[in-house]
């Protein structure tokens, strides 16, 4: 056997089949998708010799969960993005059933992926090891598996199976890496190595160990500085829901704290959710030339319907989201600037003054970026909010209950995959501000610049098209609602 083949090749060519004989209706318009077939997780993200790239989790060849590729794309600006061939194909020894997620830094030039190798033991029952394997490129296009991987075998003794989802950074002159794990007793933790070169990694234990409340495993766990703090952002399994809270199968969430490198300590508040959407997983973030701390996160679920399925592909990244730590400790997420070069054209939908009832009016187009301001302070309505693509049968809505302080994404109605309502406490302060990007099967909703955020897959009819301003109970001034028609940037392809 020819060792170290990464055979991509193969599934390019399968991917060029299936993506002829799919069916576009819900194609997103400015999201990252693969050009066909299964995607999941975002992996490796980074800035490369001045380029964007994302990886992700891929199944070139259907459109379920399989074998899994690393997809590929790169982009100048964070938002035109162009795919790439497929960085990574399991089927080597190291990683014979699949290159699971993983993290990218630059080492000196050379552009190096860490990933988990994946082996079934018994696939049926679900067993399985894993091991931590290295891929390094120059072009940043084409990348070739170390001889000496896995560069980790195995994990610790007291580990369960679950051992993947490196997150590797440096500091001073030293490589970390982090990978999601449990203890045999099915407790959830993240683990700590170090290098001196990426390649000889040396374990030194926990970094941090949940109780039973905080599930059994954390995936795709992500360390790092901001403000002075570090926020350690994962995506727990097995968390029960609590009202409002952990309403999907899994959640994505993060702790604030400080650090200690020398004793190995973190001390931290309570978990937090980032987004209270129904479809926000496996969340990634990192640094780029500008110093800012950019995140993508899978827009879907696990176990939730998937109507795309049906159409030759599945699976999306959100839009790039800048993270910022407010007050309280509270991390936000808001769209990254480049966003507005997506902006095709501005329409004031609404200047400025009272409205009772509704207030619709019909927008031709479904790749939309919304403003609204609401003057709560002149407001006598107990209820605010914005309806898309549909009134009725059809419909998702966006509601703000003043004398509850709860921000509402309402789901129920939207079309083939109906999916029930989030909620989320905020407190508006007397000015609600909802920044909500529309594409042809996704809602994303900043609230009061990321004070919450909500994020769905959506599966409206193509011809439910128009915005609509709600209110119940009164009147709700609205200080403007602009819109903006967005731009399709795989429409060239
Ligand atoms: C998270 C996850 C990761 C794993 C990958 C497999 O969604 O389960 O833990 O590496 O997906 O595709």
């Given at each position: ?16 089949q299936?993506e002829?004989k ?7 318009g400015?999201h ?11 992996n490796?993200?980074i ?7 994302a990886?992700?989790?891929h199944h070139p060849?259907d ?17 035109h993005?162009?795919?790439?061939p497929?960085a ?5 020894a ?12 630059d080492?000196?030039g050379?552009?190096?992926?860490i ?7 018994d ?25 000496q991987?896995?560069?980790?075998a195995e994990?610790p ?11 590797v ?37 926990v970094l ?6 905080m599930?059994?495993m ?9 403000n ?15 009202g409002?809270k952990?309403?999907?199968l ?11 490198y020398?004793s190995?300590?973190y ?28 995140a ?13 399925k049906?159409d ?9 989201r ?5 007050d ?9 600037e480049?966003?507005k ?7 004031v ?9 509704s ?13 609204i301001?609401f ?5 006598s ?12 049968r059809?419909?998702?809505v ?8 709860k ?14 309502v ?20 996704s809602?994303e909703m900043f609230?009061?610049?990321g004070?919450?955020?909500m994020?769905?897959r ?12 709600i ?15 967005l ?7």
């Amino acid at each position: 056997m020819n060792t170290y083949n990464n055979n991509t090749k193969q599934a390019e060519e399968a991917l060029k089949q299936a993506e002829a004989k799919m069916n576009k209706r819900y194609r997103l318009g400015y999201h990252i998708m693969a050009p066909a077939n299964w995607i999941n997780d975002p992996n490796g993200l980074i800035q490369f010799k001045g380029e964007y790239h994302a990886f992700y989790q891929h199944h070139p060849y259907d459109e379920n969960w399989g074998p899994m590729h690393w997809g590929h794309v790169k982009s100048k600006d964070l938002v035109h993005w162009e795919h790439c061939p497929i960085a990574l194909a399991p089927g080597d020894a190291c990683d014979l059933d699949g290159c699971f997620s993983g993290s990218a830094v630059d080492n000196n030039g050379e552009l190096t992926l860490i990933y988990t190798g994946h082996h079934y033991i018994d696939q049926p029952n679900n067993i399985f090891f894993q091991n931590q394997n290295v891929a390094v490129s120059t072009d940043g296009i084409h990348f070739t598996k170390l001889r000496q991987n896995p560069v980790i075998a195995e994990p610790p003794t007291d580990s369960s199976q679950h051992f993947r989802d490196p997150k590797v950074w440096k500091h001073e002159d030293t490589w970390y890496m982090i990978l999601g794990n449990s203890t045999k007793e099915d407790l959830p933790r993240v683990i700590l190595y170090t290098s001196p070169d990426l390649r000889t990694w040396t374990y030194h234990g926990v970094l941090l160990q949940g109780d039973k409340n905080m599930g059994f495993m954390w995936e795709c766990p992500d360390f790092f500085e901001l403000n002075g703090k570090h926020i350690f952002m994962f995506s727990p399994q097995g968390i029960d829901a609590q009202g409002d809270k952990y309403n999907n199968l899994f959640q994505t969430g993060y702790y604030v704290g400080e650090y200690n490198y020398n004793s190995n300590e973190y001390q931290h508040g309570e978990f937090i959710e980032l987004d209270t959407g129904h479809d926000f997983y496996a969340v990634q973030t990192f640094l780029d030339d500008q110093g800012r701390r950019i995140a993508l996160g899978w827009m879907d679920m696990w176990e939730s319907d998937m109507p795309t399925k049906a159409d030759g592909w599945c699976g999306a990244m959100t839009i790039p989201r800048l993270i910022t730590l407010g007050d309280n400790n509270k991390v936000l997420m808001t769209p990254v600037e480049e966003m507005k070069l997506l902006r095709q054209s501005k329409h004031v939908l609404y200047q400025y003054g009272a409205i009772s009832g509704s207030y619709f009016k019909e927008v031709e187009a479904d790749l939309l970026e919304v403003k609204i301001v609401f003057d709560l302070t002149k407001s006598s309505a107990d209820l605010v909010g914005l309806r898309f693509r549909g009134t009725g049968r059809e419909e998702t809505v966006i509601t703000y209950s003043i004398p509850e302080q709860k921000l509402m994404l309402n789901c129920s109605k939207s079309g083939k995959k109906t999916d029930g309502v989030r909620q989320t406490a905020l407190n508006a302060e007397g000015r609600l501000t909802l920044h909500v990007y529309l594409d042809r099967s996704s809602i994303e909703m900043f609230a009061n610049e990321g004070q919450a955020t909500m994020t769905s897959r959506i599966y409206p009819s193509e011809k439910l098209l128009g915005i609509e301003i709600i209110t119940e109970g009164g009147e709700a001034l609205v200080n403007g609602l602009t819109y903006w028609k967005l731009k399709d940037i795989w429409q060239a392809e």
